[in-house]
């Protein structure tokens, strides 16, 4: 499990979510967005609340509530994660820095330390590979064509006090073909995917326990709506988001499902978030090596 994995997964789809709103905004609203995206990409601290659930049929049989802390700029976070799913729930602390990751959950009372090794040129290659401005209008450049043939579906609500929310919502009928084509690959060959996700693990949890059991469908299968949300404050920053994806299909045995998934977001102390840290004095440590693939070092 990479540094910042819990918080990241979530905080980076809905940032995707946020570009595809972007991209896909009529003339006032795609330049608004534009702005946010990009002052929201650059922000250096924050704290996030992300939620997650799938529903099958119209139970929920999967949820997952975090509130994070992140300093992107002394690469530190704090996620604290509750996941609930089969009936059962597991509470995960999650501690970065440069230094290590220091993971506690439920499933123990150990706290597994994991250092880091001196990764120090990597780090700095990171930091230098950023997209030059030329790039950064190729790729929008990129989503305005992506996007032509749904720039006039986007409605603009004024919430008040300079703040704006911008909703996209897609029909069956107006999700692109090749989206459709992906989602299909993707739930059909869920089979192969199980089966590698089930041997990892990180300490007493197991990647399963983590991860949302998916019905196996296997005919019929479309993205029959999609809706996209999202939030800019008055500073023109992209402070909330919430994405919902319904699918539909048939599973091996000829059972119908309709699939409900939904994540939202909501961002806070913008550049002013404190990340919290962990005392592991009189705490039961257990100190494990580091992972690269699926191998110890």
């Known amino acids: 499990m990479k540094k910042k994995i819990i918080a990241a997964a979530g905080i980076s789809t809905l940032l995707m979510a946020g570009g595809v709103l972007s991209a896909s905004a009529s003339s006032s609203g795609y330049d608004l967005f534009k702005t946010a995206v990009k002052k929201t990409q650059n922000v250096k601290s924050f704290t996030a609340h992300v939620q997650a659930s799938l529903e099958d049929n119209g139970k929920v049989v999967y949820k997952v509530d975090s509130v994070n802390a992140e300093n992107l700029k002394a690469e530190s976070g704090h996620s604290a994660v509750q996941i609930t799913k089969g009936g059962k729930t597991t509470n995960v602390d999650f501690y970065s820095s440069q230094n290590g990751t220091i993971l506690k959950s439920s499933k123990d009372n150990k706290y597994y330390v994991r250092q880091e090794k001196d990764h120090k040129h990597e780090h700095k290659k990171e930091k ?170």
């Open 128 to 297: 230098d590979e950023k997209f030059s401005p030329q790039m950064q209008k190729d790729i929008e450049n990129i989503f305005d064509a992506l996007t032509k043939n749904y720039q006039d579906k986007i409605t603009t609500s004024d919430l008040g006090n300079g703040k704006t929310e911008l909703q996209f919502d897609l029909s069956k009928e107006q999700v692109p073909a090749v989206a459709q084509a992906i989602v299909s690959f993707y739930l059909k060959n869920m089979d192969h995917q199980e089966n590698h996700k089930e041997k990892q693990e990180f300490t007493s949890l197991k990647f399963g326990d983590l991860t949302p059991q998916l019905p196996k469908l296997k005919n019929n299968i479309s993205v029959t709506r999609v809706v996209l949300k999202g939030k800019v404050n008055n500073d023109q920053y992209l402070t909330g988001q919430e994405a919902t994806i319904y699918v539909s299909g048939n599973d091996v045995n000829g059972t119908h499902h309709d699939l409900v998934l939904t994540v939202t977001s909501q961002l806070d102390q913008l550049n002013q978030a404190k990340v919290p840290t962990i005392n592991l004095k009189g705490k039961k440590v257990v100190q494990i090596k580091e992972h690269h693939d699926g191998h110890e070092d």
